[in-house]
């Protein structure tokens, strides 16, 4: 219980102090336009060093348990000026709804979709999509072809980086490379179902322990009451280690731990379920984390279309990355921009990369194609002799 209360104590008054420095830090760097940087460089800057184990677990909590990995490789501009948090607030909810998310798609899909609509294509899997100028063409597993004048490509950013589907021609470079920025993040619940309640009545229990992240952030999932479920999030090396054991291993470590946290006598798990989204072929991974520097210009590269043709949509293209709505928002968006083409309306250009280069009319290596100046400026000093280069 001094544990407990300690621990609670801590992330009252440090996480309070540290998100206010950091929200600083990414309200000034937003505004100013300056570079993002690694959320540890913030936390660095805010004062903050966790040593102590303590200290390590209420990091984890606040930072992998929500980003699904560790703040060295977190974006300080798009973890915290979050704008799902601006719309719908910060607070965490937890639905207990037995219909699940299906049932919300199912209705959406009633709008649109007869039963048993022929134009649903269920059980396929996509092995290659060939693209040009005039339309797209879709191959799959099963040797059946499907073309049509744009294709919205909604994979996730772990299968897009697995190369998992053939692009004829590749991707253009612009796009590929903005691809693989991004993180496409390990982090799995383990849900295990006992016989009887022996945990707190805590939601959120925190277990101290000796490594990082092992086994650290714990969830009373007792709604409806009596289900008598607890749940332990594992995110990066820690969960792709632990989805690469068996589920008789993990559950004994998962023992393990609770006996040390609730004594010899608590029982045995009467269920337990391990996702491994990182080793499932239509996910390779659970969900995506921007790196550092995804925000506007490579933001709008992940967004682009490539050809009029391919349009590119998911949690991981658009500002709320890691999100459901996130992957709604850009459904949405793809899709008014092809049904606008199509009614006749304008039809969304074709993204062109910024091109760097001396951007002034006067100097000695103007370059009239170039968009973005990059310093390169040169001109010929008063005296003819020579080159003088400046910075614009």
């Excluded at 470590?253 to 269920?271: H, N, Q, T």
């Excluded at 709008?300 to 709320?320: C, E, I, M, S």
């Amino acid at each position: 219980h001094d544990v407990a209360s300690q621990v609670k104590t801590m992330i009252f008054t440090t996480g309070q102090q540290l998100s206010r420095r950091v929200l600083g830090l990414a309200l000034e760097g937003g505004a100013g336009g300056q570079d993002d940087m690694p959320l540890r460089a913030a936390f660095d800057l805010g004062g903050w060093k966790p040593t102590s184990p303590i200290e390590k677990a209420l990091e984890f909590y606040v930072n992998d348990f929500y980003f699904g990995q560790p703040p060295d490789v977190t974006s300080l501009l798009a973890s915290t000026l979050d704008p799902t948090h601006e719309l719908f607030g910060s607070q965490n909810y937890a639905i207990t709804d037995q219909r699940g998310f299906s049932y919300i798609i199912e209705r959406m899909a009633e709008s649109f979709l007869k039963e048993d609509d022929q134009r649903l294509k269920l059980n396929k899997t996509v092995t290659t999509i060939e693209w040009d100028d005039n339309g797209v063409t879709v191959s799959t597993k099963d040797g059946s072809q499907y073309t049509a004048e744009f294709a919205v490509v909604t994979f996730s950013m772990g299968v897009l980086q697995d190369n998992s589907v053939n692009f004829v021609p590749n991707l253009p470079d612009w796009k590929r490379e903005v691809i693989f920025q991004v993180h496409m993040v390990s982090d799995i619940t383990i849900s295990a179902k006992f016989p009887f309640k022996f945990w707190d009545d805590e939601y959120y229990i925190l277990f101290i322990g000796e490594s990082r992240g092992r086994y650290t952030v714990w969830e009373s999932i007792d709604e409806p009451e009596g289900t008598n479920i607890l749940q332990v999030t594992l995110a990066d090396e820690e969960a792709r280690r632990v989805e690469a054991q068996s589920d008789e291993a993990t559950q004994a470590e998962i023992m393990d731990v609770l006996r040390i946290m609730y004594g010899d006598s608590i029982p045995e798990p009467e269920d337990i379920l391990v996702p491994r989204w990182g080793q499932d072929p239509f996910y390779r991974g659970s969900y995506t984390n921007p790196g550092v520097g995804i925000v506007g210009e490579e933001q709008r590269k992940l967004q682009a279309n490539v050809a009029g043709r391919l349009f590119f949509a998911g949690d991981g293209t658009g500002p709320h990355q890691g999100y459901l709505q996130g992957a709604y928002f850009e459904g949405t968006r793809v899709a008014d921009a092809i049904a606008t083409c199509v009614g006749g309306g304008p039809c969304e250009e074709e993204y062109q990369p910024p091109r760097r280069g001396c951007t002034c009319p006067s100097a000695d290596n103007f370059d009239s194609r170039a968009t973005v100046d990059n310093g390169s400026c040169s001109y010929l000093s008063s005296d003819g002799i020579g080159l003088m280069s400046f910075l614009t």
